[in-house]
């Protein structure tokens, strides 16, 4: 195996066209190890050289490097050439743009390079240049009237890589055909080097983010505070901003774990910055026990998911996502006045939410995974989740995610109960009773070939399964819409999906029993059931 003439001049052409020198450097050296015959470097040039990263409708992510396959200032730079050439096609050239970012590696210069795009080009920009949580620049596109918002950001990715986000104008993450557009429009960009940038001093607008604080402490519906909270923002830049919001609405007795309160890029404590990870949160549960906490809670890096802990018969437990989504969704709807409030879920979330909804004559949709859609469920709007511990609780001021104002709102429900002498399992167990018992997991598959997931995807499309763990089972194709897969059966559903984000195959499981006066044998007997539910769409997926 030996370089090709083509891949050696293309990586040529990309590094007398890269406007860092740090990673024209970078590239460079790849490039002269697979001259000189490393099989493995011309393995890594191939890789970085493979092509653009895809901009989808959660904008680019990737690893950290020189060349076009990676994150990098020359790919950010003509990737705003191209959202910039997409807003004047929309007719708002000359618009107001907010520019936020992270704390992730590269994140800094990303920022600057976007600004000075974007101010060369003709647009008005609010910074955000803190480093500051995903859901305030969220917050910021409605607030403003901005044409738009984007955010550098990798969220919960793996600490090598970063990423591009892009709100639209209505403060909603972009959906087709305009993905497709931006991507056309980066195509079609010219080299990074000719793309005109205008340096302009770096300032954060402390005003937009005070509002969404203000905005945040709005939101408890309750008049107790007492509650002892023990927070994670897991190396990223939530910690602060969580601080000061839960503040503003009266929670003060809330202390960061230490060992994670900075941002630190190198996310040294974790092998996944993601709290829905074996171990993540263990140093939080740690800390939770030993001062005596009412709540743990852990927000991912960018502080858009925000997951709860709880004591469980004496241990620390994290609480599933669909458990927290339930519990949210029932403490907004029971302080509601109006019975035609909406929540929403996705189609990979338990169907608990739909039965309580019905109970407080609420309407309810489920949509195709990403807050993308679940923000778009329809008119009247008060609350939506997702399995993947994103929560929104104030859909009409911020339309994605948002962990600090699903803090703020735990944080009330957890005193309000605390004050009657109840907890959060205490109202999953009344839930349980009235509705069935709802339990959710996961089968994951991390692959590291990429086609892989094609393949497998292929293989339950021509050969479904007609049976799954002794429970007859119809299959649902929800393609073209989206790459889905989906197998009910009675007090059972199965749904498999490529990640929208990471190198992964997963199956979402749900089993659902019904409860005749005895809770714990109901319980006893859906645990069973989904670990022979578990066991068996292992062994079909070969994970």
């Known amino acids: 195996m030996s370089l090709s003439s083509t891949l050696r001049d293309k990586t040529f052409r990309w590094i007398a066209d890269d406007v860092d020198p740090d990673a024209r450097t970078e590239l460079q050296q790849v490039l002269a190890r697979a001259m000189g015959g490393a099989p493995e470097a011309l393995v890594e040039l191939e890789d970085r050289m493979a092509g653009p990263l895809t901009f989808g409708t959660a904008g680019l992510r990737g690893p950290v490097r020189a060349g076009i396959n990676g994150m990098n200032r020359s790919v950010v730079v003509r990737t705003t050439y191209g959202v910039a050439s997409w807003l004047v096609h929309k007719g708002h050239a000359g618009g107001l743009v907010v520019v936020g970012r992270d704390a992730r590696n590269g994140s800094a210069a990303f920022f600057r390079d976007v600004v000075a795009v974007l101010t060369a080009a003709g647009f008005q920009v609010c910074q955000l240049d803190g480093p500051l949580p995903t859901p305030i620049t969220a917050f910021a596109v409605r607030h403003l009237g901005a044409v738009a918002g984007i955010q550098i950001t990798a969220s919960h990715n793996p600490p090598a890589d970063n990423g591009y986000k892009l709100y639209d104008a209505d403060g909603t993450q972009i959906v087709p055909p305009d993905d497709r557009l931006i991507e056309a429009a980066i195509r079609d960009a010219p080299a990074a080097v000719s793309i005109p940038r205008t340096e302009i001093p770096l300032e954060t607008r402390q005003d937009v983010v005070d509002a969404y604080f203000a905005r945040a402490a709005t939101l408890p519906r309750g008049v107790s505070r007492d509650l002892k909270v023990v927070l994670t923002p897991m190396h990223g830049v939530g910690g602060q901003p969580a601080l000061e919001a839960l503040r503003l609405a009266g929670f003060t007795d809330v202390s960061l774990v230490s060992a994670q309160a900075d941002p630190d890029p190198a996310f040294p404590t974790v092998t996944f910055p993601n709290p829905e990870e074996p171990g993540a949160s263990d140093l939080l549960l740690a800390a939770a026990d030993s001062l005596g906490a009412d709540l743990a809670i852990a927000l991912d890096p960018d502080a858009d998911r925000c997951a709860l802990g709880v004591r469980d018969n004496g241990t620390w437990r994290m609480l599933r996502g669909d458990e927290t989504g339930a519990l949210l969704g029932n403490y907004i709807l029971s302080t509601l006045g109006t019975p035609d409030a909406l929540v929403a879920t996705t189609i990979v979330s338990s169907s608990l939410l739909g039965s309580i909804a019905s109970a407080y004559g609420a309407r309810y949709a489920e949509t195709l995974t990403g807050f993308k859609w679940l923000v778009r469920a329809g008119d009247g709007l008060v609350f939506a989740y997702e399995e993947a511990l994103g929560n929104s609780v104030d859909p009409s001021y911020v339309r994605d995610k948002d ?81 889905v897969l989906r197998f009910t059966g009675p007090g059972l559903r199965v749904v498999v999906r490529p990640s929208g984000t990471e190198p992964k195959l997963k199956a979402y499981l749900e089993v659902v029993e019904p409860v005749s006066g005895d809770l714990p044998a109901a319980r006893s007997a859906a645990q069973t059931r989904l670990a022979e539910v578990r066991t068996a769409v292992s062994e079909l997926l070969g994970a």
């Not at 962990?403 to 907890?423: E, F």
């Not at 959060?424 to 069935?436: K, N, R, W, Y």
């Open 403 to 483: 962990g600090i104002s699903a803090a703020v709102v735990a944080c009330d429900l957890a005193a309000s109960l605390k004050a009657s002498g109840r907890n959060l399992l205490d109202v999953l167990d009344e839930l349980a009773v009235a509705h069935g018992v709802h339990l959710t997991d996961q089968v994951s598959l991390r692959v590291t070939e990429l086609p892989l997931i094609g393949r497998l995807m292929a293989q339950l499309r021509s050969a479904p399964p007609g049976e799954i763990a002794g429970v007859s089972v119809t299959s649902e194709d929800l393609l073209p819409e989206a790459d």
